[in-house]
């Protein structure tokens, strides 16, 4: 196999004077060297302590979006030093202009670094920090491409210096230290004692509202954002707001993708195990009803093969100790009750009334209708990024694997390669078995260093080989592929390369089945992989999946009844209204993300492909406004509303910035639309129209 060239160079090629470590361990420790130990990204974790002493670097300091930003940020008490614009040097509101981070680092002693580089200049711009070893970098740009944050993360498990926070984040904010890095809508935030990490923004947004309301308030605000790979993970997280003497309870927010939310599950139960009376943890998780193989939004929330689904991921959580609620606007006075409970069990002096059975006690969790999808859909129809089967084949023929179709031999084992998000590396995933009810247990990921030769070394082929009970015979076999599938999903820039392949009695291997799916974000952000994008095929698609495509939004159309659409922004709340109101007996018809903004162009197209959808009987709007005024939503809506002439009724939640304003001008409209402020009213009020129980009286 030919050495592959990375995407844009690589660690080794940038910084020659620093070794790659290729032990593949999720610690971040290296290797015992010379008797002493060798720090990792792990002893970053520490740097997460913002406050009052952080002093911030803005990267991309003159834009626009940046300069808003730092305004904000600067009223609300952070501690902005200065900035770099690449060959400047000058004054931007009052504060320093430098021309390079080096410079700047010399200069401005910072602390951490907000990152609002445009473009692909965001990646360049992670680079020097962590080259320039800043201790706190936040990336909140979207759409940044796979692979070139797996090269990120290879940088940043060789060093100790800097710890990262996104991307595809809302960022970090510390409400008693007055200190925000990101971009997080401060009229909701309010100094409190509960800590919230979350991987949906709009759903960490919706936390944040209900523990204000509650009077509870917050101590962090810390996004591990909707990536596939994060910076920073819900364990990393809770190590700062366990030992934070301000936080008394904790709220992580997560959904389907990864396994991020298992490894919590199991922190959190040897953390109460061995802790007296410990702090309260309460959970959403997004996508229970998400169908298998979408990606719902973010570019995370996609399961890998052997990963758990939500429904899954909940059990364990509970099984852990953790109280998990269905909406996040249970979530304020959720938390109070059981604050009151820990604190009689401190007054009582009772180490037993902490103990996770007992603090489970809190359940508005209802027991959730499953939506059964047929098994018709077709792989290409529930992305764009997944090519057909029969481009998959036509890629590993020219390498010379063989490939049948129909299947042949019965007995069929399972690799791929795909993305570990523990480890932050690309893996090979392996299982004997491709029968549905033993393949998830006999998953397991062996992950190698990204632009490495370890995924071809020998040690790792052995271990592969024994976990798929490989003979002697087919080894070679076996290595051949792997070795092919490693050079596709590295020089194509994929996110996972799967097959379904069987051994004969000679050791000749065949795939009997593949699924390749590649990274959209290196084709629109940086303009590569145009000869994989060219694969796709737009009439085999949803229609629409498209049209939302086109406007900026995401749609998946769910099977079955489907008398609700829906339209949501953000993917995370998204997923959550759908979950939610099958768990109060509705029946959605789709998800839809409008993106982070909503705007009146945005939803009326929304409103346009939403009613196309001839079983739709009534449109859900659930609006979380954080940067957004809720009365400029609520015009958009009116707008939208006249221009379509909707024949069906339309049901709003708006919440967020200027929520009362948006909510009285739909109601005093007179058109047939209802405003609510509280999910379960306009839940109710949706379910009810689309059942026929309820009419709109105007």
């Known amino acids: 196999m030919t050495r592959i060239a990375l995407p844009r160079g690589g660690w080794s090629a940038r910084f020659p004077h620093k070794a790659l470590l290729k032990h593949g ?7 015992f060297s010379s008797g002493s130990l060798r720090l990792g990204y792990a002893d970053t974790i520490k740097n997460l302590k913002i406050g009052k002493h952080t002093r911030v670097l803005y990267q991309g300091f003159t834009g626009r979006q940046a300069t808003m930003n730092a305004k904000e940020s ?19 509101l009052g504060l320093p202009v430098l021309p390079s981070v080096r410079v700047a680092v010399e200069k401005l002693k910072p602390d951490a670094s907000a990152i609002y580089v445009p473009g692909n200049g965001t990646v360049k711009a992670m680079e020097e920090a962590i080259e320039n070893e800043i201790p706190l970098i936040i990336a909140v740009a979207e759409h940044i491409p796979i692979h070139d944050i797996l090269r990120i993360h290879q940088m940043l498990r060789t060093q100790s210096k800097t710890r990262l926070v996104g991307a595809n984040c809302p960022g970090i904010i510390s409400t008693h230290g007055r200190c925000r890095l990101g971009f997080q809508p401060l009229p909701f935030y309010k100094e409190g004692n509960i800590g919230i990490v979350a991987k949906s923004g709009t759903l960490s947004y919706e936390a944040v509202a209900s523990t204000t309301r509650a009077g509870l308030g917050q101590t962090y605000g810390i996004s591990m954002g909707g990536d596939v790979l994060a910076g920073t993970n819900f364990v990393e997280a809770f190590q700062i707001l366990v030992e934070d003497e301000k936080t008394e309870g904790i709220i992580m927010i997560g959904e389907i993708g990864g396994s991020a939310e ?27 009803q998400a169908p298998a193989g979408r990606i719902m939004g973010h570019a995370g929330a996609w399961a890998a093969p ?19 609620v269905d909406h996040p606007e249970k979530l304020g006075e959720g938390m109070k009750k059981l604050l009151a409970e820990r604190l009689g069990s401190r007054n009582a002096g009772s180490a037993s009334a902490s103990t996770p059975s007992q603090r489970r006690g809190y359940h508005t969790m209802r027991q959730r209708p499953r939506t059964v999808y047929p098994k018709a859909r077709t792989p290409e129809q529930r992305r764009t990024l997944y090519i057909k089967q029969k481009q998959a084949y036509d890629m590993l023929n020219e390498r010379g694997i063989p490939t049948v179709d129909p299947p042949t031999i019965k007995d069929e084992k399972f690799v791929a390669i795909s993305i570990d998000r523990e480890t932050r590396q690309p893996c090979i995933i392996a299982s004997p078995s491709t029968d549905p009810q033993y393949a998830f247990q006999q998953s397991k990921k062996f992950p190698f260093a990204y632009g490495s030769d370890d995924a071809t070394s020998e040690d790792l082929l052995a271990a592969v080989s024994k976990h798929l009970e490989v003979s002697d015979t087919g080894k070679r076999s076996l290595q051949r592929l792997i070795s092919e599938l490693v050079e596709i999903f590295m020089s194509k820039e994929a996110f996972v390369v799967q097959t379904k392949f069987a051994l004969d009695d000679q050791g000749g291997l065949q795939v009997q089945g593949a699924k390749f799916g590649f990274d959209d974000a290196a084709f629109r952000s940086s303009g590569r992989q145009a000869e994989v994008h060219a694969l796709r095929d737009i009439e085999s698609e949803v229609r629409e999946d498209v049209e939302a495509e086109k406007e900026g939004m995401i749609y998946v ?26 768990a109060r007996g509705g029946h959605p018809a789709n998800f839809m993300d409008t993106g982070g903004k909503a705007t009146s162009e945005t939803i009326k197209a929304g409103f346009r492909i939403v009613s196309s959808d001839p079983r739709v009987k009534v449109i859900f709007v659930n609006i979380f406004g954080g940067l957004t005024l809720g009365d400029m939503i609520a015009n958009g809506i009116l707008l939208a509303f006249k221009d379509l002439n909707l024949a069906v009724p339309v049901v709003v939640r708006i919440r967020g910035t200027r929520e009362v304003e948006g909510q009285k001008l739909i109601q005093e409209s007179g058109l047939k639309l209802d405003a609510f402020d509280s999910f379960e009213e306009a839940a109710a009020r ?10 709109m009286d105007k």
């Open 306 to 324: 052997g990963e758990a689904s939500a429904e899954k991921k909940i059990q364990i959580l509970q099984d852990a100790g953790v109280t998990i």
């Open 74 to 92: 600067i009223e609300y008490g952070t501690n902005v030093v200065g900035g770099v614009k690449p060959g400047v040097e000058g004054e931007h």
């Open 686 to 695: 949706a379910i009810a129209l689309a059942e026929g129980t309820a009419t």
């Open 25 to 31: 361990t999720y610690g971040n420790v290296a290797p």
């Open 262 to 288: 298992i490894r919590a599950a199991e922190w959190i139960k040897e953390y109460n195990r061995s802790t007296p009376n410990p702090k309260p943890f309460m959970s959403v998780i997004g996508g229970v």
């Open 557 to 582: 159309k769910l099977e079955g009844e489907g008398s609700i659409g829906t339209i949501v922004n953000g993917a995370g709340l998204a997923m959550n209204t759908v979950d939610a109101l099958v």
